[in-house]
């Protein structure tokens, strides 16, 4: 007779790491992945509709903001980390392979940076909740008034 996970670390062990990093790719809830966390892009009208994400998700009802300021590790380590671990690279790629004047690396290098950063939001706040729910789980709404 196969056991059943009695506590939700016990349920999240069971999905490995990289289930929970192809749902942040995918911009899905971290618990079901199946319902979007974000608006659709089609469907963004303001800057807010890029960057806030859903209350909460439609088919498990997890809470995507578990409390205020929540995401500003996704924003300070996750976006401007990978950023600029990307930035970093590419630098040295291009200054080991071609080592080009120092304008081509202001202008293909540090010009898109912000660009990027803020194309990379959505995927960092996702990423930031995939790590988040795998490190801790946080059980979903009824679990918690059950
Ligand atoms: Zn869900």
């Given at each position: 007779m196969a056991t059943v996970p009695t506590t939700i670390r016990e349920r999240e062990r069971k999905i490995s790491f990289w289930a929970f990093f192809r749902r942040a790719m995918r911009l899905r809830c971290p618990e079901c992945g199946m319902s979007r966390i974000?608006?659709?892009w089609r469907q963004t009208r303001t800057l807010e509709d890029w960057v806030r994400p859903l209350?909460?998700?439609?088919n498990c009802e997890y809470e995507y903001q578990r409390e205020e300021g929540y995401f500003m590790m996704a924003?300070?380590?996750v976006n401007y980390g990978v950023i600029t671990a990307g930035a970093i690279v590419v630098a040295f790629l291009l200054y080991t392979f071609v080592s080009p004047p120092l304008w081509v690396y202001i202008v293909f290098i540090f010009v898109p940076m912000p660009l990027l950063s803020f194309l990379f939001t959505r995927?960092?706040?996702a990423l930031w909740m995939a790590i988040d729910h795998y490190l801790e789980p946080q059980a979903k709404r009824q679990d918690r008034h059950a």
């Open positions: 974000f608006k659709p209350h909460d998700c439609p924003i300070c380590a995927h960092a706040k």
